[in-house]
Protein backbone atom coordinates (compact mmCIF):
# COMPACT_ATOMS: atom_id res chain seq x y z
CA UNK A 1 0.00 0.00 0.00
CA UNK A 2 2.94 2.06 0.38
CA UNK A 3 4.93 1.36 -2.70
CA UNK A 4 2.42 3.13 -5.11
CA UNK A 5 4.26 4.80 -7.62
CA UNK A 6 7.37 3.53 -6.03
CA UNK A 7 9.11 2.89 -9.63
CA UNK A 8 8.53 5.73 -11.19
CA UNK A 9 9.83 7.90 -8.43
CA UNK A 10 12.83 5.77 -8.08
CA UNK A 11 13.99 6.43 -11.91
CA UNK A 12 13.42 10.13 -11.09
CA UNK A 13 15.64 10.09 -8.36
CA UNK A 14 18.15 8.50 -10.34
CA UNK A 15 18.28 10.80 -13.22
CA UNK A 16 17.64 13.61 -11.33
CA UNK A 17 20.49 12.97 -9.17
CA UNK A 18 22.91 12.52 -11.99
CA UNK A 19 21.96 15.58 -13.07
CA UNK A 20 22.56 17.24 -10.08
CA UNK A 21 25.77 16.13 -9.67
CA UNK A 22 26.67 17.12 -13.27
CA UNK A 23 25.55 20.13 -13.24
CA UNK A 24 27.24 20.79 -9.93
CA UNK A 25 30.73 19.93 -11.25
CA UNK A 26 31.21 21.10 -14.58
CA UNK A 27 28.29 23.60 -14.82
CA UNK A 28 28.09 25.54 -11.58
CA UNK A 29 30.63 28.25 -11.74
CA UNK A 30 33.57 28.34 -9.33
CA UNK A 31 32.63 31.12 -6.07
CA UNK A 32 34.44 34.11 -6.13
CA UNK A 33 35.99 34.47 -2.62
CA UNK A 34 35.89 30.74 -1.47
CA UNK A 35 36.65 28.35 -4.31
CA UNK A 36 35.34 24.59 -4.86
CA UNK A 37 34.76 24.32 -0.96
CA UNK A 38 31.40 26.39 -2.12
CA UNK A 39 30.00 23.41 -3.66
CA UNK A 40 29.23 21.67 -0.76
CA UNK A 41 26.57 24.09 -0.29
CA UNK A 42 24.81 22.43 -3.19
CA UNK A 43 24.76 19.05 -0.84
CA UNK A 44 24.36 21.08 2.57
CA UNK A 45 20.89 23.76 1.39
CA UNK A 46 19.11 21.14 0.34
CA UNK A 47 19.86 18.59 2.53
CA UNK A 48 18.77 20.81 5.36
CA UNK A 49 15.84 22.70 3.43
CA UNK A 50 14.41 18.41 2.87
CA UNK A 51 14.81 17.87 6.62
CA UNK A 52 13.61 20.62 7.97
CA UNK A 53 10.63 19.99 6.08
CA UNK A 54 10.27 16.19 6.23
CA UNK A 55 9.89 16.96 10.50
CA UNK A 56 7.43 19.36 9.73
CA UNK A 57 5.74 17.03 7.11
CA UNK A 58 5.67 14.15 10.45
CA UNK A 59 3.79 16.56 12.23
CA UNK A 60 0.90 16.39 9.56
CA UNK A 61 1.08 13.27 9.33
CA UNK A 62 0.89 12.80 12.98
CA UNK A 63 -1.98 15.25 13.08
CA UNK A 64 -3.63 12.71 10.43
CA UNK A 65 -3.02 9.85 12.55
CA UNK A 66 -4.77 11.09 15.30
CA UNK A 67 -7.84 12.61 13.60
CA UNK A 68 -8.35 9.05 11.80
CA UNK A 69 -6.93 6.82 14.50
CA UNK A 70 -5.89 5.00 11.56
CA UNK A 71 -1.90 4.00 12.40
CA UNK A 72 -0.23 3.66 9.26
CA UNK A 73 -0.09 7.36 9.20
CA UNK A 74 1.65 7.00 12.55
CA UNK A 75 4.19 4.84 10.51
CA UNK A 76 3.99 7.41 7.85
CA UNK A 77 5.40 9.96 10.37
CA UNK A 78 7.65 7.97 12.10
CA UNK A 79 9.86 7.15 9.07
CA UNK A 80 9.60 10.87 8.13
CA UNK A 81 10.99 11.81 11.17
CA UNK A 82 13.76 8.83 10.82
CA UNK A 83 14.74 9.90 7.96
CA UNK A 84 15.14 13.72 8.52
CA UNK A 85 17.37 12.41 11.77
CA UNK A 86 19.71 11.02 9.05
CA UNK A 87 19.48 13.69 6.74
CA UNK A 88 19.94 16.50 9.80
CA UNK A 89 23.42 14.59 10.45
CA UNK A 90 24.87 14.49 7.44
CA UNK A 91 23.46 18.44 7.72
CA UNK A 92 24.83 19.41 10.67
CA UNK A 93 28.45 17.57 9.42
CA UNK A 94 28.23 19.22 6.05
CA UNK A 95 28.16 22.00 7.50
CA UNK A 96 30.79 21.86 10.04
CA UNK A 97 33.06 21.39 7.05
CA UNK A 98 31.60 24.23 5.49
CA UNK A 99 32.61 26.74 8.37
CA UNK A 100 35.59 25.35 8.95
CA UNK A 101 36.79 25.84 5.40
CA UNK A 102 35.18 29.08 4.57
CA UNK A 103 35.43 30.40 8.08
CA UNK A 104 38.07 28.66 9.52
CA UNK A 105 35.92 27.63 12.78
CA UNK A 106 34.13 24.30 13.28
CA UNK A 107 31.37 25.98 14.41
CA UNK A 108 30.16 29.62 14.72
CA UNK A 109 27.37 30.26 17.26
CA UNK A 110 26.56 33.72 15.44
CA UNK A 111 25.22 32.03 12.78
CA UNK A 112 21.18 31.22 13.59
CA UNK A 113 20.73 28.93 11.04
CA UNK A 114 23.12 26.63 12.41
CA UNK A 115 22.33 27.25 15.96
CA UNK A 116 18.38 26.91 15.71
CA UNK A 117 18.91 23.72 13.53
CA UNK A 118 21.06 21.64 16.46
CA UNK A 119 18.28 22.38 18.81
CA UNK A 120 15.84 21.29 16.11
CA UNK A 121 17.86 18.35 16.38
CA UNK A 122 18.52 17.50 19.59
CA UNK A 123 15.17 17.99 20.38
CA UNK A 124 14.21 15.40 17.47
CA UNK A 125 16.69 12.39 18.82
CA UNK A 126 14.46 12.37 21.95
CA UNK A 127 11.83 11.05 19.21
CA UNK A 128 13.46 7.76 19.68
CA UNK A 129 13.85 6.88 23.65
CA UNK A 130 10.77 8.52 23.60
CA UNK A 131 8.88 5.94 21.04
CA UNK A 132 10.44 2.69 22.36
CA UNK A 133 10.11 2.91 25.94
CA UNK A 134 6.37 2.72 25.46
CA UNK A 135 5.41 -0.79 24.66
CA UNK A 136 1.86 -0.99 24.24
CA UNK A 137 1.48 -0.40 19.88
CA UNK A 138 -1.30 1.94 20.17
CA UNK A 139 -0.49 4.28 22.82
CA UNK A 140 3.34 4.04 21.01
CA UNK A 141 1.16 5.41 18.26
CA UNK A 142 -0.49 8.40 19.82
CA UNK A 143 2.04 9.49 22.08
CA UNK A 144 4.68 9.83 19.23
CA UNK A 145 2.06 11.49 17.43
CA UNK A 146 2.07 14.18 19.91
CA UNK A 147 5.44 14.53 20.15
CA UNK A 148 5.39 14.48 16.18
CA UNK A 149 2.58 17.70 16.53
CA UNK A 150 4.62 19.56 19.47
CA UNK A 151 7.63 19.50 17.87
CA UNK A 152 6.85 19.85 14.60
CA UNK A 153 4.92 23.55 15.76
CA UNK A 154 8.51 24.09 17.61
CA UNK A 155 10.85 24.21 14.40
CA UNK A 156 9.54 27.52 13.22
CA UNK A 157 9.32 28.86 16.82
CA UNK A 158 12.70 28.27 17.46
CA UNK A 159 13.71 29.76 14.09
CA UNK A 160 12.08 33.30 15.28
CA UNK A 161 13.49 32.91 18.51
CA UNK A 162 17.15 32.47 17.94
CA UNK A 163 17.06 34.79 14.74
CA UNK A 164 15.90 37.51 17.75
CA UNK A 165 18.52 36.24 20.10
CA UNK A 166 21.09 37.60 17.53
CA UNK A 167 21.95 41.40 19.12
CA UNK A 168 23.76 42.33 15.90
CA UNK A 169 22.22 41.66 13.16
CA UNK A 170 25.16 41.30 10.68
CA UNK A 171 25.16 41.31 7.23
CA UNK A 172 24.23 38.02 6.10
CA UNK A 173 27.79 36.41 4.55
CA UNK A 174 26.57 33.45 2.38
CA UNK A 175 22.98 34.49 1.30
CA UNK A 176 22.98 32.15 -2.00
CA UNK A 177 19.20 31.24 -0.96
CA UNK A 178 18.26 34.84 -1.60
CA UNK A 179 18.56 36.73 -4.45
CA UNK A 180 22.31 37.19 -5.14
CA UNK A 181 23.57 33.98 -6.45
CA UNK A 182 24.22 34.24 -10.23
CA UNK A 183 21.39 32.22 -12.70
CA UNK A 184 23.69 29.38 -13.22
CA UNK A 185 24.26 28.91 -9.66
CA UNK A 186 20.83 28.67 -8.51
CA UNK A 187 19.42 26.71 -11.74
CA UNK A 188 22.29 23.87 -9.88
CA UNK A 189 20.51 24.56 -6.32
CA UNK A 190 17.17 23.89 -7.83
CA UNK A 191 17.72 21.08 -9.68
CA UNK A 192 20.27 19.62 -6.27
CA UNK A 193 16.87 20.49 -4.42
CA UNK A 194 14.50 18.91 -6.52
CA UNK A 195 17.14 15.72 -6.65
CA UNK A 196 17.09 15.62 -2.65
CA UNK A 197 13.85 15.80 -2.27
CA UNK A 198 13.01 13.18 -4.62
CA UNK A 199 15.87 10.90 -2.33
CA UNK A 200 14.07 11.61 0.67
CA UNK A 201 10.74 10.12 -1.04
CA UNK A 202 11.99 7.00 -2.86
CA UNK A 203 14.00 6.16 0.67
CA UNK A 204 10.41 7.11 2.86
CA UNK A 205 8.75 4.76 0.18
CA UNK A 206 11.26 2.20 0.18
CA UNK A 207 11.60 2.30 3.96
CA UNK A 208 7.79 1.94 4.53
CA UNK A 209 7.16 -0.85 2.65
CA UNK A 210 10.38 -2.92 3.99
CA UNK A 211 8.46 -2.24 7.49
CA UNK A 212 5.34 -3.24 6.32
CA UNK A 213 6.76 -6.55 4.80
CA UNK A 214 8.52 -7.24 7.62
CA UNK A 215 5.57 -6.91 9.81
CA UNK A 216 3.36 -8.72 7.62
CA UNK A 217 6.44 -12.07 7.53
CA UNK A 218 6.21 -11.65 11.11
CA UNK A 219 2.13 -12.13 11.71
CA UNK A 220 2.57 -14.82 9.09
CA UNK A 221 5.25 -16.91 10.94
CA UNK A 222 3.00 -16.01 14.37
CA UNK A 223 0.20 -18.15 12.50
CA UNK A 224 2.60 -20.65 11.18
CA UNK A 225 3.59 -21.55 14.40
CA UNK A 226 0.17 -21.51 16.03
CA UNK A 227 -0.62 -23.49 13.30
CA UNK A 228 2.19 -25.93 14.09
CA UNK A 229 0.82 -25.96 18.05
CA UNK A 230 -2.23 -26.89 17.21
CA UNK A 231 -1.05 -29.89 15.04
CA UNK A 232 1.04 -30.98 17.99
CA UNK A 233 -1.62 -30.96 20.47
CA UNK A 234 -4.04 -32.78 17.85
CA UNK A 235 -1.14 -35.69 17.41
CA UNK A 236 -0.40 -35.95 21.44
CA UNK A 237 -4.16 -36.02 22.33
CA UNK A 238 -4.42 -38.80 19.29
CA UNK B 1 -15.15 21.97 33.37
CA UNK B 2 -13.41 24.80 35.50
CA UNK B 3 -15.29 22.61 38.24
CA UNK B 4 -13.13 19.57 37.73
CA UNK B 5 -10.35 21.35 37.19
CA UNK B 6 -10.19 23.39 40.33
CA UNK B 7 -11.27 20.35 42.59
CA UNK B 8 -8.03 18.26 40.75
CA UNK B 9 -5.68 21.05 41.53
CA UNK B 10 -6.65 21.22 44.99
CA UNK B 11 -6.30 17.70 45.18
CA UNK B 12 -2.74 18.19 44.17
CA UNK B 13 -1.84 21.20 46.50
CA UNK B 14 -3.21 19.44 49.13
CA UNK B 15 -0.45 16.71 48.06
CA UNK B 16 1.89 18.54 48.34
CA UNK B 17 1.31 20.30 51.15
CA UNK B 18 1.24 16.91 53.29
CA UNK B 19 3.88 15.28 51.32
CA UNK B 20 6.22 18.42 50.07
CA UNK B 21 7.78 16.42 47.74
CA UNK B 22 8.20 19.13 44.99
CA UNK B 23 8.43 22.31 46.16
CA UNK B 24 11.14 22.29 48.59
CA UNK B 25 13.28 20.22 46.10
CA UNK B 26 13.25 22.32 43.61
CA UNK B 27 13.93 25.69 45.89
CA UNK B 28 16.87 23.82 47.85
CA UNK B 29 18.35 22.70 44.23
CA UNK B 30 17.90 25.71 42.78
CA UNK B 31 20.02 27.34 46.15
CA UNK B 32 22.70 24.60 45.75
CA UNK B 33 23.08 25.69 42.33
CA UNK B 34 23.83 29.19 43.02
CA UNK B 35 26.30 27.80 45.33
CA UNK B 36 27.64 25.93 42.59
CA UNK B 37 27.96 28.72 40.08
CA UNK B 38 29.85 30.60 42.94
CA UNK B 39 32.85 28.15 42.95
CA UNK B 40 32.18 26.78 39.32
CA UNK B 41 33.13 31.00 38.14
CA UNK B 42 34.86 32.03 40.56
CA UNK B 43 33.30 35.46 41.35
CA UNK B 44 31.52 36.94 44.22
CA UNK B 45 29.24 39.07 42.25
CA UNK B 46 27.34 38.88 38.50
CA UNK B 47 26.37 41.20 36.53
CA UNK B 48 24.65 41.70 33.11
CA UNK B 49 24.06 38.37 30.64
CA UNK B 50 26.13 36.05 33.09
CA UNK B 51 23.88 37.22 36.31
CA UNK B 52 20.99 36.63 33.55
CA UNK B 53 22.15 33.10 32.25
CA UNK B 54 22.85 31.80 35.67
CA UNK B 55 19.53 33.20 37.23
CA UNK B 56 17.49 30.93 34.01
CA UNK B 57 19.31 27.99 33.46
CA UNK B 58 19.12 27.58 37.58
CA UNK B 59 15.14 27.67 37.46
CA UNK B 60 15.10 26.08 34.16
CA UNK B 61 17.07 23.23 35.62
CA UNK B 62 14.51 23.68 38.69
CA UNK B 63 11.99 23.36 36.93
CA UNK B 64 12.49 20.09 35.78
CA UNK B 65 11.89 18.44 38.99
CA UNK B 66 8.56 19.61 39.24
CA UNK B 67 7.77 18.91 35.89
CA UNK B 68 9.07 15.35 36.43
CA UNK B 69 6.76 15.07 40.00
CA UNK B 70 3.68 16.32 38.24
CA UNK B 71 2.32 12.95 37.16
CA UNK B 72 4.18 10.69 39.38
CA UNK B 73 1.24 10.18 42.14
CA UNK B 74 -1.11 9.69 39.42
CA UNK B 75 0.88 7.02 37.31
CA UNK B 76 2.30 5.17 40.96
CA UNK B 77 -1.57 5.02 42.13
CA UNK B 78 -3.69 5.06 39.30
CA UNK B 79 -4.77 7.94 39.43
CA UNK B 80 -5.14 8.37 35.57
CA UNK B 81 -7.26 5.64 35.13
CA UNK B 82 -10.25 6.62 37.86
CA UNK B 83 -9.91 9.97 35.97
CA UNK B 84 -10.89 8.17 33.04
CA UNK B 85 -13.69 6.45 34.44
CA UNK B 86 -15.49 9.59 35.60
CA UNK B 87 -17.34 11.34 33.32
CA UNK B 88 -15.73 14.88 32.82
CA UNK B 89 -13.46 16.32 30.45
CA UNK B 90 -10.13 15.46 30.30
CA UNK B 91 -8.50 19.17 29.21
CA UNK B 92 -9.80 19.29 32.88
CA UNK B 93 -6.52 17.37 33.57
CA UNK B 94 -3.99 19.33 31.78
CA UNK B 95 -5.51 22.75 33.08
CA UNK B 96 -5.20 21.49 37.03
CA UNK B 97 -1.71 20.23 35.77
CA UNK B 98 -0.49 23.18 34.66
CA UNK B 99 -1.74 26.06 36.88
CA UNK B 100 -0.18 23.32 39.68
CA UNK B 101 3.39 23.30 38.03
CA UNK B 102 2.36 27.06 37.41
CA UNK B 103 1.99 27.39 41.31
CA UNK B 104 5.09 25.51 41.64
CA UNK B 105 7.10 27.92 39.94
CA UNK B 106 5.99 30.84 41.22
CA UNK B 107 6.90 29.57 45.17
CA UNK B 108 10.12 28.53 43.69
CA UNK B 109 11.08 32.25 42.44
CA UNK B 110 9.96 33.75 45.66
CA UNK B 111 12.73 31.95 47.22
CA UNK B 112 15.42 31.21 44.27
CA UNK B 113 15.28 34.85 43.20
CA UNK B 114 15.77 36.77 45.94
CA UNK B 115 18.26 33.96 46.95
CA UNK B 116 19.66 34.92 43.92
CA UNK B 117 20.10 38.27 44.72
CA UNK B 118 21.56 38.02 48.00
CA UNK B 119 24.27 35.87 46.91
CA UNK B 120 25.13 36.44 43.66
CA UNK B 121 23.91 39.40 42.06
CA UNK B 122 26.12 42.90 41.86
CA UNK B 123 23.68 45.53 40.93
CA UNK B 124 19.95 45.80 43.40
CA UNK B 125 17.02 44.40 42.43
CA UNK B 126 14.81 46.51 42.96
CA UNK B 127 15.17 48.61 40.10
CA UNK B 128 15.12 45.70 38.06
CA UNK B 129 11.64 44.31 39.73
CA UNK B 130 8.24 45.58 37.64
CA UNK B 131 9.56 44.62 34.51
CA UNK B 132 11.57 41.35 36.02
CA UNK B 133 8.39 40.26 37.08
CA UNK B 134 6.98 40.25 33.59
CA UNK B 135 9.16 38.54 32.43
CA UNK B 136 9.32 35.61 34.87
CA UNK B 137 5.12 35.82 34.40
CA UNK B 138 5.23 34.96 30.64
CA UNK B 139 8.61 32.57 30.94
CA UNK B 140 5.87 31.16 33.97
CA UNK B 141 3.31 30.58 31.63
CA UNK B 142 4.86 29.13 29.00
CA UNK B 143 6.69 26.67 30.77
CA UNK B 144 3.63 25.22 33.11
CA UNK B 145 2.10 24.52 29.64
CA UNK B 146 4.77 22.92 27.93
CA UNK B 147 6.05 21.05 31.19
CA UNK B 148 2.26 19.68 31.91
CA UNK B 149 2.53 18.07 27.92
CA UNK B 150 6.15 16.68 28.51
CA UNK B 151 5.39 15.50 31.76
CA UNK B 152 2.02 13.83 30.62
CA UNK B 153 4.30 12.64 27.71
CA UNK B 154 6.70 10.94 29.79
CA UNK B 155 4.74 9.82 32.19
CA UNK B 156 3.73 6.27 29.99
CA UNK B 157 7.61 5.24 29.31
CA UNK B 158 9.64 3.46 31.26
CA UNK B 159 12.43 5.75 31.62
CA UNK B 160 10.15 9.00 32.91
CA UNK B 161 13.41 11.13 34.85
CA UNK B 162 15.26 10.79 31.34
CA UNK B 163 13.00 11.86 29.04
CA UNK B 164 11.48 14.78 31.26
CA UNK B 165 14.82 17.02 30.37
CA UNK B 166 15.79 15.71 27.05
CA UNK B 167 12.70 16.90 25.68
CA UNK B 168 11.97 19.54 28.66
CA UNK B 169 14.78 21.31 27.70
CA UNK B 170 14.85 21.63 24.09
CA UNK B 171 11.99 22.45 24.19
CA UNK B 172 12.47 25.52 26.44
CA UNK B 173 15.39 27.12 24.48
CA UNK B 174 13.38 29.76 22.80
CA UNK B 175 11.77 30.64 26.47
CA UNK B 176 15.42 30.56 27.54
CA UNK B 177 16.39 32.59 24.48
CA UNK B 178 13.73 35.03 25.54
CA UNK B 179 13.74 34.75 29.22
CA UNK B 180 17.77 35.63 29.34
CA UNK B 181 17.91 38.47 26.68
CA UNK B 182 15.27 40.38 28.49
CA UNK B 183 16.86 40.28 31.72
CA UNK B 184 20.32 40.49 31.19
CA UNK B 185 19.82 44.62 30.53
CA UNK B 186 17.71 44.95 33.89
CA UNK B 187 20.44 43.23 35.59
CA UNK B 188 23.56 45.50 34.47
CA UNK B 189 24.79 48.56 36.24
CA UNK B 190 23.23 50.42 33.88
CA UNK B 191 19.83 49.15 33.20
CA UNK B 192 17.15 49.85 30.95
CA UNK B 193 16.68 47.58 28.45
CA UNK B 194 15.54 49.04 24.49
CA UNK B 195 14.50 45.39 23.43
CA UNK B 196 12.93 44.71 26.35
CA UNK B 197 9.17 44.52 23.78
CA UNK B 198 10.96 42.46 21.48
CA UNK B 199 11.51 39.49 24.07
CA UNK B 200 8.46 40.00 25.58
CA UNK B 201 6.72 39.42 22.39
CA UNK B 202 8.33 36.23 21.78
CA UNK B 203 8.09 34.86 25.01
CA UNK B 204 4.30 36.36 24.82
CA UNK B 205 4.19 34.14 21.18
CA UNK B 206 5.72 31.07 22.76
CA UNK B 207 2.98 31.20 25.59
CA UNK B 208 0.16 31.53 23.13
CA UNK B 209 1.37 28.86 20.89
CA UNK B 210 2.66 26.05 22.93
CA UNK B 211 -0.86 26.36 25.45
CA UNK B 212 -2.81 26.31 22.29
CA UNK B 213 -1.26 23.06 21.13
CA UNK B 214 -1.08 21.81 24.38
CA UNK B 215 -4.00 22.05 25.26
CA UNK B 216 -5.34 20.87 21.59
CA UNK B 217 -3.41 17.64 21.37
CA UNK B 218 -3.39 16.78 25.47
CA UNK B 219 -6.42 14.51 25.42
CA UNK B 220 -4.93 11.74 23.29
CA UNK B 221 -2.61 11.18 25.88
CA UNK B 222 -5.46 10.19 27.92
CA UNK B 223 -7.22 7.62 25.56
CA UNK B 224 -7.41 3.95 26.61
Redesign the interface.
Known amino acids: MYSRGFRPIAIATVLFTALAFGLVFFYAPLDGDQGFIQKIFYVHVPMAIVALCGFVAGGIMAIKH?RSGDRSWDMRSYVAIHLSIILGTGVLITGAIWAKASWGHWWLWDEPVLVSFL??F??YC?YY??RF???DPD?QA??S???A???G??VP??F???R??EQITHPRVLSQTGGSMPGEMRLTFLVCLVAMTLLFVTLWKLELTSKQASMQLKRLRGRLELRAEERAATQASR | MIRTATAVLRKDLRIEWRTKEAVPAMTLFSVTTFVLFHFGLDRDTLDGPLASGVLWVTLLLAAVIGVTRLFAAEREQGGIDAFLLAPVDRTALFIAKAVALLIYLVLLELVAVPAFAILLLGPGLFEALPELLLVLLLADLGLAAVGA?VSA??A????RE??VP??LL??A??LL??AA?ATSPLLSEGGGGEDLA??LA?LG??DL??GL??FG?FD??L??
Open positions: LIVLLVPLSIERRYSVFIAAAFINVAVLA | LLAETRALILLPLVPIGSRYLGYVFIAVFLED
